[in-house]
């Protein structure tokens, strides 16, 4: 490495990135607030001090060529990394009103089926500024986002949905239109999003070259006159605008009325009547309502609000049904993110009961749906039939990391009757792999060699204990079930409550236990700049005393970084030796932290810490 790459390189890691990172969240907090109370001028204001700022294109930049995990991906010029000077040169580059460049075309898998999903992967100059467009554009939205919407929002998830659901239904059945949009992302038209996004000239003309940039697919460049890219860092903001005002729209023409209310074809004086319930996670939604022709008319509604955006519901993903009874042909209950939602009379369940003890009559039970329950199977067994000349330490290395992602994601259901399921189909599949490995044994040898008994339980597929690095495979029905929080209201990760966010993320069903653990040991913040992790923010396991040097896989030489921060530390201790070598840390004063580690050129022109 030359002296001057390693000046450069000294140079980006120096940037004080704490204090960027707390300017610009500042100005989002602003934003925020002023959207919230609706003064667009104060709102505009702020957002041209942001994305002018250089704090807030260094964040831009970084996030694309650091954390973000598709920072690899080339766009159509093939570029697929920057050096720290060629980032630094970014930063001064990034400029609204620049021309856009047509995206790559990718096609990926579509989970459950055999379709593949179109992507356009802008260049790496797009994505930055993509970046910085939805620094200053997310907090604005936030603010104005309809509650029950779920998808590609900061501080959100299929959880939060579902739980939504589920208080939607607790104690009372009721109809269900369960809706999908058809190739939402590909038809939105450009003009009624532009509009609906009413930002700033500036602004508008920025994104308008997005969208209407093209995509180059196989060297032919293919017009793009609808729709927002798939792969940009931008198209959920925009996909998530387009929808944005569905739950409105329902509540304008079936608001919720009192008994005193006037009667009207809906309600009758004397009554009470509740909203439909709408809750949406990205192109997918539900509408529930205890009257059938009420979710009927809200599907009119709804298809005619979408025919302004140019998009259409998927007829062959709606259906209508009710949650307790068989409705027509359809039975009981639906599907939602992976999810089956229904509910059962007594006699199969315990009856659920009301707010004071009322029994209901039925109970409300949600499971992981039947197709992703064999969707899971069928990766599970692909893997092991793919690798019977594996040996079995290798298989479980595979294999864990399927088993812990899907189990997590069930966690906060009733799954354990589909945990134990999975657990005997797998034991089935695992028992024929080892048969194949040695046909010319006894079942009783093969048991004793591939099956340990662990903590009274007989039949752990682990190898030995005497071997070098033990594993153990995991089992579904060892995840705890732990019901989920639903995410308070309308509160937003920009309302600066950074103690309510850290905790949840740490709470997380799909949060891996080391993660969890270490963010509540940390208080929520990195251990290297101190700030509180965020949504959207890359977090890393690092070991303070690398393994390379001796330091071992054990909680007190664990600490949770930001990605970014794991960068820092890992050049410290490559290029350094850590803080064993000869170079040390230098703390340096901060205003409101006391000492901060970062890293330094040394006179002689080497990196030093």
Request: glycine content about 6%.
């Amino acid at each position: 490495m030359s002296k001057t790459s390693v000046k450069t390189t000294v140079e980006w890691q120096s940037i004080d990135w704490r204090k960027l990172e707390r300017r610009v969240f500042k100005l989002q907090k602003r934003i925020f607030r002023a959207s919230q109370r609706g003064d667009v001028k104060a709102c505009r204001r702020l957002q041209k001090t942001l994305m002018k700022s250089w704090s807030a294109r260094s964040l831009a930049v970084r996030r694309v060529t650091q954390d973000n995990q598709g920072k690899k991906t080339a766009g159509i010029d093939g570029v697929k990394a920057l050096t720290p000077q060629q980032r630094l040169s970014l930063i001064e580059q990034l400029k609204l009103g620049t021309k856009a460049t047509p995206t790559r075309r990718v096609w990926i898998p579509k989970p459950g089926s055999n379709e593949k999903r179109p992507l356009g992967i802008p260049t790496i100059k797009d994505r930055a500024l993509q970046a910085l467009v939805l620094l200053a554009l997310e907090p604005e939205w936030e603010a104005r986002f309809e509650g029950n919407s779920y998808g590609f929002r900061p501080g959100r998830s299929c959880h939060d949905a579902v739980e939504a659901i589920f208080n939607a239904i607790r104690y009372k059945a009721k109809y269900v239109l369960d809706a999908d949009i058809a190739k939402c992302f590909d038809q939105i038209d450009h003009k009624a999003l532009l509009d609906k996004l009413n930002t700033s000239p500036t602004i508008r003309r920025q994104i308008k070259a997005w969208l209407k940039a093209g995509v180059m697919d196989s060297k032919t460049l293919f017009p793009t006159e609808a729709g927002t890219p798939q792969g940009g860092i931008l198209s959920p903001l925009l996909a998530n605008v387009a929808l944005h005002g569905m739950e409105n729209r329902i509540e304008e023409v079936f608001p919720r009325l009192v008994a005193s209310s006037r009667e009207t074809w809906f309600h009758k004086k004397g009554e009470y009547f509740n909203t439909p319930n709408l809750i949406r996670y990205a192109d997918d939604f539900v509408i529930l309502h205890e009257d059938l022709v009420v979710v009927q008319k809200c599907h009119e509604i709804i298809a005619d609000w979408l025919n302004d955006m140019g998009l259409t519901l998927k007829p062959s993903k709606t259906r209508l049904a009710h949650t307790l009874n068989e409705y027509g042909d359809e039975q009981p209950g639906f599907d939602f993110l992976g999810f089956n939602i229904r509910q059962f009379p007594v006699g199969q369940h315990q009856t659920g009961k009301n707010t004071i003890g009322k029994p209901l009559g039925f109970k409300t039970i949600i499971t992981p749906s039947k197709a992703k329950q064999k969707e899971h199977y069928e990766a599970i067994a692909e893997i092991i039939e793919a690798h019977k000349g594996a040996n079995q330490a290798t298989l479980i290395k595979l294999l864990n990391p399927i088993i812990s992602g899907w189990s997590n994601y069930y966690s906060t259901v009733v799954s354990k009757e589909a945990f134990s399921h999975q657990d005997y189909l797998i034991f089935q599949k695992l028992g024929a792999w080892a048969r194949h490995r040695h046909a010319d044994k006894s079942w009783e040898w093969i048991s004793r060699k591939y099956w340990q008994t662990i903590g009274g339980d007989q039949w752990v597929f682990a190898t030995r204990s005497e071997d070098k690095d033990p594993q153990i495979l995991r089992k579904h029905n060892a995840t705890p079930i732990v019901r989920h929080i639903k995410v308070k209201g309308d509160v937003s990760p920009f309302n600066g409550d950074f103690i309510y966010w850290s905790t949840r993320m740490g709470k997380h069903p799909e949060a891996p236990h080391r993660v969890s653990k270490l963010l509540k040991w940390q208080k929520g913040k990195c251990a290297l700049c101190e700030l509180f992790f965020r949504y959207g923010d890359v977090m890393e396991i690092d070991h303070k005393i690398p393994r390379s040097q001796g330091g071992k896989d054990e909680y007190r030489n664990l600490q949770l970084l930001h990605r970014h921060c794991h960068d820092v530390k890992t050049a410290l201790d490559r290029v350094a030796g850590g803080v064993h070598d000869k170079h040390q840390i230098t703390e340096e004063p901060d205003k409101s932290k006391g000492l901060r580690p970062v890293l330094k050129p040394s006179t002689n022109g080497d990196v030093c810490a």
